[in-house]
């Protein structure tokens, strides 16, 4: 049995991710209480219930500071059961959330008592950093819309699936501030910036105009071999804990043509070395 354990400060997504996996076939129930997780994966793992081989639950601050201090216990425990168990955490930025919530006019769940929505926010963040910390996934979701969520979600569990590694290639602009959900961040503003040349500036490094300004450079190479061959090492070690996820990241000035040059290039060479679980994002694109 595959479980997925969805959480994440409320206003991130963790609605948006539950559809996601609901519509790719998984058994979803939101909202669980921590402490009924066992009972609940037991009871689907009995022979009156043999339909449900994969399953995803929301779980959220509401069940308290006592049953999430508890919370490495009880994951434990399930995956004693033999149980595939996975935690995807979203976040985002505090400015986005509030946004969110008052655009929305929601009630955080931990104001409904009178506390201002600032500090539920960040009763909320301290409670959850228990699941935080044992994420597999954590997905920040401060520029990222209901569609591009929904489809990453999907794409990147079912890369993983039982098989192993799934793997994100990212692209983003470090003017817009570098992603806090990367397991690599790598710095490619040394290279020449395509930018710079007026019959390029409006176009992407995935446009071939600006392929072939970048490959003509050796040292663009030079980056691209030692980003390929650093990877090529240490991706198998992240493979032997067990890790389902890793993301990493490729940054430039603007996000526009050299970070997704790279970032292009670098996942078309894993894709044919290692088959389909390498994806693609470029962050500033979407």
């Given at each position: 049995m595959r479980l997925i354990i969805v959480s994440g400060l409320s206003g991130s997504g963790k609605t948006v991710a539950l559809h996601a996996l609901e519509d790719a076939g998984y058994y979803c129930v939101d909202n669980?209480?921590?402490?009924?997780?066992t009972a609940f994966v037991r009871q689907l793992m009995t022979p009156k219930m043999p339909l449900y081989e994969t399953a995803a639950v929301g779980i959220d601050a509401r069940s308290g500071i006592e049953e999430?201090?508890?919370?490495?216990?009880i994951i434990e425990e399930i995956r004693g059961l033999g149980v595939n168990l996975q935690i995807i955490f979203l976040r985002a930025d505090e400015e986005v959330l509030l946004r969110r919530f008052s655009e929305t006019r929601r009630k955080h769940p931990l104001a409904r008592r009178g506390v201002p929505l600032m500090e539920a926010i960040s009763l909320?963040?301290?409670?959850?950093?228990?699941i935080a910390v044992r994420a597999d996934l954590t997905v920040d979701t401060t520029?990222?819309?209901?569609?591009?969520?929904?489809?990453?979600?999907?794409?990147?569990v079912e890369q993983a699936g039982d098989q192993g590694l799934s793997?994100?290639?990212?692209?983003?602009?470090?003017?817009?501030?570098?992603?806090?959900?990367?397991?690599?961040?790598?710095d490619v503003r040394c290279l020449p910036n395509p930018y710079w040349e007026p019959m390029l500036r409006n176009l992407t490094g995935q446009d071939e105009a600006v392929v072939s300004f970048l490959a003509q450079y050796e040292v663009v190479d030079r980056?691209?071999?030692?980003?390929?061959?650093?990877?090529?090492?240490?991706?198998?070690?992240?493979e032997r804990e067990h890790r389902s996820y890793l993301t990493v990241s490729l940054g430039c000035t603007g996000g526009?043509?050299?970070?997704?040059?790279?970032?292009?290039?670098?996942?078309r060479h894993f894709r044919e070395s290692r088959g389909t679980d390498v994806s693609t994002r470029h962050r500033e694109l979407s």
């Open positions: 669980l209480h921590l402490g009924l997780l999430l201090d508890h919370f490495g216990e909320e963040r301290s409670l959850l950093s228990r520029r990222t819309n209901v569609h591009q969520l929904t489809h990453l979600i999907r794409d990147r793997l994100l290639f990212q692209s983003f602009g470090f003017k817009h501030g570098a992603p806090v959900d990367s397991d690599f961040v790598f980056m691209f071999e030692s980003l390929r061959d650093f990877l090529a090492h240490w991706i198998p070690w992240f526009q043509h050299r970070s997704v040059y790279l970032t292009e290039r670098l996942a």
